[in-house]
């Protein structure tokens, strides 16, 4: 019952964060100001993470098929689609539903316990559209944007690791990144991130927005958000491989 109660409410904010919206100036400049606060302040993360995880993909690819019939530039196409297809898009947004979720939920929590939000509700103004519903559409713009990123980052991140460890030299890795290359898998990746947004904001914010107690309630409530929204990325990374790949 606590899970169809919650799937119900969520349903219901979901609608009231996309409906009656406050006037077009102020929605724009939020909408900037949250694509500076979530997106442009994990570049630095995403960079880092990118780039050990695509050395970690190589050489672990590497020391795996280390058979004398598997030619090298296999190594540079396996890591390549490793990074394309799940880590970039997958990996990523799982440790945006860390970062940016928790932080949203913490944010809006402590307006609902210092009733903040209540005021907005006084005022006449659509309070869940007026503190979500930017966050969504600036995480949605954001967000392919570091999914470019970490894909470029990490296939470097592979490229160093192989030569450097001379595990694979650097014209047989880039022949590998260049063989039978797939556009649709980027757009793919895309795609599956921009639901990633969507998922991860709406259910930080429907946390945070239903707080109650105090600071150790907000809390509690940021822990939700990041456990849920980890979980339903990799609900719907399912869903949408199969629909999108099968």
Do not use: C
Not at 94 to 101: D, F, R, S, T, W
Not at 111 to 124: F, K, N, W
């Amino acid at each position: 019952m606590s899970f169809l109660f919650h799937i119900g409410r969520y349903a219901m904010f979901v609608k009231q964060v996309f409906g009656r919206p406050v006037k077009h100036r102020i929605f724009f400049k939020q909408i900037v100001r949250e694509m500076d606060v979530l997106g442009l302040s994990s570049v630095g993360i995403v960079v880092i993470i990118s780039f050990f995880m695509g050395a970690v993909i190589t050489l672990q690819t590497a020391y795996n098929i280390d058979l004398p019939i598997i030619p090298k530039y296999a190594i540079g196409l396996a890591a390549r689609d490793s990074i394309i297809l799940e880590f970039s898009s997958t990996i990523v947004s799982l440790i945006l539903a860390g970062k940016v979720g928790s932080h949203i939920a913490s944010e809006i929590g402590t307006m609902r316990v210092t009733e903040q939000i209540d005021v907005l509700d006084v005022m006449g103004i659509n309070s869940a559209g007026y503190l979500v519903l930017p966050k969504v559409m600036a995480l949605i713009i954001m967000i392919p944007f570091l999914v470019i990123i970490s894909m470029g980052v990490g296939i470097i991140g592979g490229w160093t690791a192989g030569t450097t460890t001379g595990v694979v030299p650097s014209d047989e890795f880039i022949y590998g990144i260049q063989y039978m290359f797939i556009p649709f898998y980027i757009t793919y990746s895309l795609i599956k991130s921009v639901v990633f947004a969507f998922l991860i904001t709406t259910i930080a914010g429907y946390w945070g927005y239903y707080s109650t107690g105090g600071s150790l309630e907000v809390g509690r409530s940021s822990t939700r958000a990041v456990v849920i929204s980890s979980i339903q990325i990799l609900l719907f990374n399912l869903i949408l491989t199969q629909l999108l790949l099968a």
